[in-house]
């Protein structure tokens, strides 16, 4: 049992930047790879980034890629979400999700393989 609070978002002009934080219970955060997804009014909810339990591997999809960075704090139970020059095409709730098995590159975007999530926080970005 896992719990996923997420933190940090708001509204912001378009070029902006925010930090995105998932503070995870248990002891066994280590253990978790990360996935941090977005979800549109009127869209599929879909994968942002991902990073292994290590933190040795990260992924980025190409709706953000070269404008947003993954990491982890695993001794603070923590995964974080930098996202710079921010788009109003970025305007989306946020979700940090738990998956309790490696999964294969090509399955980052799949929902299924994630055990756990967070409530979402809201990102609004103006232009």
């Known amino acids: 049992q896992v719990q996923l609070v997420e933190s940090g978002g708001g509204m912001v002009q378009a070029g902006g930047s925010l930090r995105l934080s998932c503070a995870a219970s248990?002891?066994?955060?280590?253990?978790?790879?990360m996935g941090w997804f977005r979800q549109a009014p009127g869209k599929e909810r879909e994968v942002v980034a991902h990073?292994?339990?290590?933190?040795?591997?990260?992924y980025y999809a190409d709706s953000m890629k070269g404008r947003n960075t993954i990491s982890r704090d695993n001794a603070k139970n923590t995964v974080y979400l930098q996202m710079t020059s921010l788009k109003p095409e970025d305007t989306a709730v946020y979700y940090c999700?738990?998956?309790?098995?490696?999964?294969?590159?090509?399955?980052?975007?799949?929902?299924?393989?994630?055990?756990?999530w967070g409530q979402g926080t809201q990102v609004t970005v103006s232009s």
């Open positions: 999700a738990a998956a309790g098995r490696p999964l294969y590159s090509t399955n980052y975007h799949l929902l299924e393989g994630y055990n756990y």
């Open positions: 990073i292994s339990s290590s933190g040795s591997r990260t």
């Open positions: 248990g002891r066994t955060f280590s253990s978790y790879h």
